[in-house]
């Protein structure tokens, strides 16, 4: 299985809503990414997990908050988000942490839409 | 920080021509240097990428070459097919961090 999944697809909430995203892989990866895209613009890094821990936070407000249950699971919560936060959310995985040599999968991603 | 820039923004070319995306980056430490093409809402996906002890890596009628020296890598597309129209991202990684480049809209017509 080589394969990120993310749910759900499509999120539409509003600005008072708590929502979470979810992203999942099965490929014994250590290293798990959320990244915010917006339209026409490259995936933006958010946060990375090394070895369920998180290692990076690229300053990102915290109405977004991530979490790591276990090695296959990561999780976006999402809470008082603005209209701005709207975008295409994706997760990612790789290999090993320690070694930047590795590709990073994404996941198909959960378009957010904040009214 | 890693900077990635990307030239040009958007390419049109004919099919069957050759397409050159060029990107350069500020940190000397980043050490290997992915390229990923973008469908209409999908995800990214690797087709090549290159080691910083390695010049030059070909698959079929994708390339990619590196100039440590400059910090500039560049990504060749021969015999391009209307299938290869997409975004094409950059990137280069240092440490945990994937740092893209601002993207080029490629548009093979047939």
């Known amino acids: 299985d080589t394969e990120v999944t993310q749910t759900p697809k499509h999120l539409v909430m509003g600005m008072t809503n708590k929502k979470s995203l979810k992203c999942e892989q099965h490929m014994g990866h250590r290293a798990m990414y959320w990244y915010k895209q917006k339209a026409k613009k490259p995936p933006e890094l958010m946060f990375v997990y090394s070895y369920e821990k998180l290692s990076i936070n690229e300053s990102v407000p915290s109405r977004f908050s991530p979490e790591c249950p276990n090695s296959s699971l990561l999780n976006l919560h999402l809470h008082a988000l603005q209209p701005e936060d709207s975008a295409l959310y994706l997760c990612?995985?790789?290999?090993?942490?320690?070694?930047?040599?590795?590709?990073?999968?994404f996941g198909p991603g959960t378009r957010l839409t904040v009214t | 920080g890693e900077n990635v820039e990307q030239h040009p923004s958007t390419l049109s070319v004919q099919e069957g021509d050759s397409a050159v995306i060029k990107c350069t980056y500020s940190?000397?430490?980043?050490?290997?240097f992915p390229w990923y093409k973008q469908e209409l809402g999908k995800r990214p996906q690797l087709i090549i990428d290159?080691?910083?002890?390695?010049g030059e890596k070909k698959d079929q009628r994708i390339a990619v070459t590196l100039n440590k020296t400059a910090k500039h890598f560049s990504l060749h597309i021969t015999e391009t097919q209307p299938e290869d129209s997409a975004v094409y991202f950059c990137?280069?990684?240092?440490?945990?961090?994937?740092?893209f480049g601002t993207g080029t809209r490629l548009q093979v017509f047939p």
């Open positions: 990137a280069a990684v240092n440490t945990d961090k994937l740092i």
């Open positions: 940190d000397s430490a980043s050490n290997y």
């Open positions: 990612a995985s790789s290999q090993d942490p320690r070694d930047s040599f590795y590709e990073q999968y």
């Open positions: 290159i080691r910083s002890n390695v």
